[in-house]
Protein backbone atom coordinates (compact mmCIF):
# COMPACT_ATOMS: atom_id res chain seq x y z
CA UNK A 1 0.00 0.00 0.00
CA UNK A 2 1.19 3.24 -0.91
CA UNK A 3 0.69 5.66 1.47
CA UNK A 4 2.30 9.42 2.55
CA UNK A 5 1.02 11.10 4.76
CA UNK A 6 0.63 14.83 6.42
CA UNK A 7 -0.53 16.84 9.09
CA UNK A 8 -3.48 18.46 7.40
CA UNK A 9 -2.92 21.53 9.80
CA UNK A 10 -3.75 24.26 9.75
CA UNK A 11 -0.52 25.35 10.75
CA UNK A 12 -0.53 29.03 11.81
CA UNK A 13 3.18 30.30 12.59
CA UNK A 14 4.13 34.55 12.53
CA UNK A 15 5.80 36.60 10.05
CA UNK A 16 9.86 35.89 9.96
CA UNK A 17 8.92 32.24 12.28
CA UNK A 18 10.36 29.44 10.92
CA UNK A 19 7.38 27.28 9.54
CA UNK A 20 8.56 23.51 10.08
CA UNK A 21 6.10 21.16 7.76
CA UNK A 22 6.13 17.19 7.90
CA UNK A 23 5.92 13.82 5.82
CA UNK A 24 6.19 10.44 6.22
CA UNK A 25 5.84 7.90 3.94
CA UNK A 26 5.57 3.47 3.67
CA UNK A 27 7.66 2.16 1.27
CA UNK A 28 11.02 1.76 2.15
CA UNK A 29 12.55 1.49 -1.23
CA UNK A 30 11.29 5.02 -2.44
CA UNK A 31 14.02 7.33 -3.75
CA UNK A 32 13.14 10.55 -4.37
CA UNK A 33 10.96 13.11 -2.55
CA UNK A 34 8.99 16.79 -3.77
CA UNK A 35 8.09 19.29 -2.35
CA UNK A 36 5.21 21.43 -3.59
CA UNK A 37 3.10 24.12 -2.87
CA UNK A 38 -0.37 24.98 -3.94
CA UNK A 39 -1.89 28.26 -3.85
CA UNK A 40 -6.05 28.28 -3.51
CA UNK A 41 -7.03 27.44 -6.92
CA UNK A 42 -4.18 26.87 -8.05
CA UNK A 43 -2.12 23.97 -9.79
CA UNK A 44 0.97 22.67 -7.58
CA UNK A 45 4.07 24.47 -8.32
CA UNK A 46 7.38 22.55 -7.19
CA UNK A 47 9.80 24.25 -4.79
CA UNK A 48 12.13 21.33 -3.61
CA UNK A 49 13.42 17.97 -4.45
CA UNK A 50 15.36 15.85 -2.77
CA UNK A 51 16.64 12.47 -3.23
CA UNK A 52 19.68 11.97 -0.70
CA UNK A 53 19.87 11.89 3.03
CA UNK A 54 20.65 14.42 4.81
CA UNK A 55 19.59 18.64 4.14
CA UNK A 56 18.88 20.30 0.99
CA UNK A 57 19.31 24.33 0.72
CA UNK A 58 17.38 26.61 -1.62
CA UNK A 59 16.76 30.35 -0.03
CA UNK A 60 14.39 30.13 2.58
CA UNK A 61 13.83 26.48 2.17
CA UNK A 62 15.38 23.73 3.46
CA UNK A 63 14.10 19.61 2.66
CA UNK A 64 15.03 17.14 4.95
CA UNK A 65 15.17 13.54 4.43
CA UNK A 66 15.70 10.75 6.55
CA UNK A 67 15.05 7.59 5.04
CA UNK A 68 15.75 5.10 8.00
CA UNK A 69 12.87 7.35 9.43
CA UNK A 70 11.14 6.97 6.25
CA UNK A 71 10.87 10.78 7.23
CA UNK A 72 11.02 13.88 4.61
CA UNK A 73 10.54 17.58 5.85
CA UNK A 74 10.56 21.38 4.66
CA UNK A 75 11.56 24.01 7.00
CA UNK A 76 10.79 27.71 5.70
CA UNK A 77 12.56 29.97 7.08
CA UNK A 78 12.00 34.07 7.48
CA UNK A 79 8.50 32.67 6.77
CA UNK A 80 6.21 35.34 4.84
CA UNK A 81 2.24 36.02 4.13
CA UNK A 82 3.12 34.85 0.53
CA UNK A 83 4.03 31.96 1.47
CA UNK A 84 0.44 31.17 2.95
CA UNK A 85 -0.95 28.05 0.89
CA UNK A 86 -0.97 24.34 0.92
CA UNK A 87 2.40 22.17 0.86
CA UNK A 88 2.04 19.00 -0.65
CA UNK A 89 4.70 16.24 0.15
CA UNK A 90 5.00 13.72 -2.97
CA UNK A 91 6.99 10.48 -3.13
CA UNK A 92 7.91 7.86 -5.86
CA UNK A 93 7.27 4.60 -5.69
CA UNK A 94 9.49 2.46 -7.36
CA UNK A 95 8.88 -0.99 -8.89
CA UNK A 96 7.10 -2.07 -11.47
CA UNK A 97 4.21 0.90 -11.18
CA UNK A 98 6.52 3.91 -10.96
CA UNK A 99 4.48 6.71 -10.25
CA UNK A 100 4.06 9.96 -7.83
CA UNK A 101 1.94 9.40 -5.14
CA UNK A 102 1.03 12.46 -2.89
CA UNK A 103 0.17 13.35 0.46
CA UNK A 104 -3.33 15.43 1.17
CA UNK A 105 -1.36 18.23 2.06
CA UNK A 106 -0.44 20.72 5.02
CA UNK A 107 -2.00 24.13 4.93
CA UNK A 108 0.27 27.01 6.30
CA UNK A 109 -1.10 30.01 7.34
CA UNK A 110 1.39 32.79 8.05
CA UNK A 111 0.20 35.68 10.14
CA UNK A 112 1.42 39.47 9.28
CA UNK B 1 8.03 29.70 -23.62
CA UNK B 2 8.18 25.91 -22.50
CA UNK B 3 5.40 24.60 -20.54
CA UNK B 4 2.28 22.63 -20.12
CA UNK B 5 -1.14 23.61 -21.19
CA UNK B 6 -4.45 22.24 -19.98
CA UNK B 7 -7.45 23.54 -21.78
CA UNK B 8 -10.56 24.72 -21.03
CA UNK B 9 -9.92 26.09 -17.91
CA UNK B 10 -13.27 26.03 -16.93
CA UNK B 11 -15.61 23.17 -18.16
CA UNK B 12 -19.38 22.87 -17.64
CA UNK B 13 -20.77 18.62 -18.35
CA UNK B 14 -24.54 17.49 -18.50
CA UNK B 15 -25.55 14.50 -16.86
CA UNK B 16 -24.64 11.03 -19.57
CA UNK B 17 -21.96 13.12 -21.36
CA UNK B 18 -18.83 12.45 -22.44
CA UNK B 19 -16.04 15.64 -22.13
CA UNK B 20 -12.37 15.80 -23.53
CA UNK B 21 -9.59 17.52 -21.41
CA UNK B 22 -6.94 18.62 -23.27
CA UNK B 23 -2.96 18.29 -21.81
CA UNK B 24 -0.38 19.65 -24.08
CA UNK B 25 3.68 19.90 -23.21
CA UNK B 26 6.71 21.48 -25.34
CA UNK B 27 9.30 20.45 -22.52
CA UNK B 28 10.09 17.33 -24.95
CA UNK B 29 9.17 14.90 -21.69
CA UNK B 30 8.38 11.77 -21.83
CA UNK B 31 6.30 10.55 -18.82
CA UNK B 32 2.32 12.85 -19.06
CA UNK B 33 -0.18 12.51 -15.60
CA UNK B 34 -3.43 13.02 -14.86
CA UNK B 35 -4.78 13.35 -11.29
CA UNK B 36 -7.88 14.48 -9.70
CA UNK B 37 -8.28 16.93 -7.04
CA UNK B 38 -10.59 17.29 -4.97
CA UNK B 39 -11.67 19.58 -1.95
CA UNK B 40 -9.20 19.04 0.91
CA UNK B 41 -8.16 16.29 -0.68
CA UNK B 42 -4.71 15.31 -2.11
CA UNK B 43 -3.65 14.55 -5.32
CA UNK B 44 -4.86 10.98 -6.90
CA UNK B 45 -3.70 9.31 -9.81
CA UNK B 46 -6.05 8.67 -12.71
CA UNK B 47 -3.81 7.49 -15.71
CA UNK B 48 0.35 8.35 -16.34
CA UNK B 49 1.54 7.45 -19.45
CA UNK B 50 5.39 6.69 -19.56
CA UNK B 51 6.00 6.59 -23.37
CA UNK B 52 3.76 7.50 -26.77
CA UNK B 53 1.18 4.58 -27.16
CA UNK B 54 1.70 3.17 -24.09
CA UNK B 55 -0.70 4.48 -20.76
CA UNK B 56 -1.42 3.02 -17.25
CA UNK B 57 -4.56 2.80 -14.92
CA UNK B 58 -3.63 4.80 -12.17
CA UNK B 59 -5.60 4.24 -8.57
CA UNK B 60 -9.36 5.86 -9.96
CA UNK B 61 -9.26 4.86 -13.59
CA UNK B 62 -12.81 4.21 -13.63
CA UNK B 63 -15.13 6.11 -15.94
CA UNK B 64 -11.93 7.61 -17.48
CA UNK B 65 -9.93 7.02 -20.29
CA UNK B 66 -7.01 8.36 -22.31
CA UNK B 67 -4.85 8.31 -25.64
CA UNK B 68 -0.92 9.03 -25.94
CA UNK B 69 -0.71 9.40 -29.79
CA UNK B 70 1.88 12.09 -29.89
CA UNK B 71 4.47 12.24 -26.98
CA UNK B 72 3.24 15.86 -26.79
CA UNK B 73 -0.24 15.37 -25.98
CA UNK B 74 -2.27 13.38 -23.44
CA UNK B 75 -6.34 13.81 -23.49
CA UNK B 76 -8.07 12.86 -20.94
CA UNK B 77 -12.18 11.68 -21.62
CA UNK B 78 -14.22 12.00 -18.16
CA UNK B 79 -16.47 9.32 -19.64
CA UNK B 80 -20.71 9.00 -18.22
CA UNK B 81 -19.38 6.51 -16.53
CA UNK B 82 -17.84 8.36 -13.61
CA UNK B 83 -20.73 9.30 -11.46
CA UNK B 84 -19.04 11.77 -9.60
CA UNK B 85 -17.20 14.16 -12.00
CA UNK B 86 -17.17 17.35 -10.36
CA UNK B 87 -13.31 17.90 -9.70
CA UNK B 88 -10.20 19.73 -10.37
CA UNK B 89 -7.81 18.28 -13.10
CA UNK B 90 -4.36 18.33 -13.22
CA UNK B 91 -2.33 17.48 -15.90
CA UNK B 92 1.50 16.99 -15.31
CA UNK B 93 4.68 15.57 -17.06
CA UNK B 94 8.29 14.62 -16.22
CA UNK B 95 11.61 14.05 -18.36
CA UNK B 96 11.16 10.07 -16.92
CA UNK B 97 8.57 7.92 -14.97
CA UNK B 98 10.89 7.45 -12.46
CA UNK B 99 12.96 9.71 -9.64
CA UNK B 100 12.57 12.90 -11.68
CA UNK B 101 10.49 16.24 -11.55
CA UNK B 102 6.76 16.76 -12.28
CA UNK B 103 5.54 19.77 -13.54
CA UNK B 104 2.03 20.44 -13.84
CA UNK B 105 -0.21 22.75 -16.22
CA UNK B 106 -2.86 25.09 -14.92
CA UNK B 107 -5.34 22.50 -14.42
CA UNK B 108 -9.34 22.48 -15.65
CA UNK B 109 -11.71 22.90 -13.29
CA UNK B 110 -14.64 20.34 -14.28
CA UNK B 111 -18.28 21.13 -13.19
CA UNK B 112 -21.61 19.04 -13.94
CA UNK B 113 -24.86 21.07 -14.50
Known amino acids: QKEVEQNSGPLSVPEGAIASLNCTYSDRGSQSFFWYRQYSGKSPELIMS????GDKEDGRFTAQLNKASQYVSLLIRDSQPSDSATYLC????????????FGKGTKLSVKP | DGGITQSPKYLFRKEGQNVTLSCEQN?????MYWYRQDPGQGLRLIYY???????QKGDIAEGYSVSREKKESFPLTVTSAQKNPTAFYLCASSIQLQNTEAFFGQGTRLTVV
Open chain 2, 49 to 55: SQIVNDF
Open chain 1, 90 to 101: AVTFGGSQGNLI
Open chain 1, 50 to 53: IYSN
Open chain 2, 27 to 31: LNHDA
